[in-house]
């Protein structure tokens, strides 16, 4: 298994615009996470989903934020528009269902509003 | 409040010294605990996990962890560590509303030669 793929690796946007980040979890897991990392907030949880379907975005900072999931093999995460605060490293992770909570996450997406 | 804390940001050991990383929780029942490293430019990688049983824990790349009920600690241990341990290592604690995990701050290892 290739893991959890996260596209871009890094991306660089103009303030305004509109950024999409995308992940592709591993297959047969049924759980799939959104965290941003800063150094100024360390990891936090944007948003999450159970077979497809958003569970708990709590964690989605603004309305400017939203994440889809339209089938089990890949996730979105976009930000419109993007402010030069968005800036951090956004990780996608998956999980399995079956009692077993440790994640797997990606190399994350490294983004730069300037 | 449930919560997460590492105490130490940064440590800095010399290669071939055993190290300790503080992890205490805050958790209403027996919590699932759990260390990832993350390595420059990477995602988190998980070490080792606890869930129940032998509260001594073995994990990959020779670390292991220990679970204290009685001082809400978790903490990772190595007896002797090498340059590429050098990385940010996360306490997590879940599961959380059923299925989310805290993370801590993490604590940043330096190694030195």
């Known amino acids: 298994d290739a893991g959890v793929i996260q596209s871009p690796r890094h991306e660089v946007t103009e303030m305004g615009q509109e950024v999409t980040l995308r992940c592709k979890p591993i297959?047969?897991?049924?759980?799939l996470f959104w965290y941003r990392q800063t150094m100024m907030r360390g990891l936090e949880l944007l948003i999450y989903f159970n077979n497809n379907v958003p569970i708990d975005d709590s964690g989605m900072p603004e309305d400017r934020f939203s994440a889809k999931m339209p089938n089990a093999s890949f996730s979105t995460l976009k930000i419109q528009p993007s402010e030069p605060r968005d800036s951090a490293v956004y990780f996608c992770?998956?999980?399995?269902?079956?009692?077993?909570?440790?994640?797997?996450f990606g190399s994350g997406t490294r983004l730069t509003v300037v | 409040a449930q919560s997460v804390t590492q105490p130490d940001i940064h440590i800095t050991v010399s290669e071939g010294a055993s190290l300790e990383l503080r992890c205490n929780y805050s958790y209403g029942a027996t919590p699932y605990l759990f260390w990832y490293v993350q390595s420059p430019g990477q995602g988190l990688q998980l070490l080792l996990k606890?869930?129940?049983?032998?509260?001594l824990v073995q994990g990959i790349k020779g670390f292991e962890a220990e679970f204290k009920r009685s001082q809400s600690s978790f903490n990772l241990r190595k007896p002797s560590v090498h340059w590429s341990d050098a990385a940010e290592y996360f306490c997590a604690v879940g599961p959380y509303n059923n299925n989310d995990m805290r993370f801590g701050a993490g604590t940043r290892l330096t190694v030195k030669p």
């Open positions: 992770a998956s999980r399995s269902g079956t009692a077993n909570y440790g994640y797997t």
């Open positions: 606890y869930f129940s049983g032998d509260t």
């Open positions: 297959s047969g897991h049924d759980y």
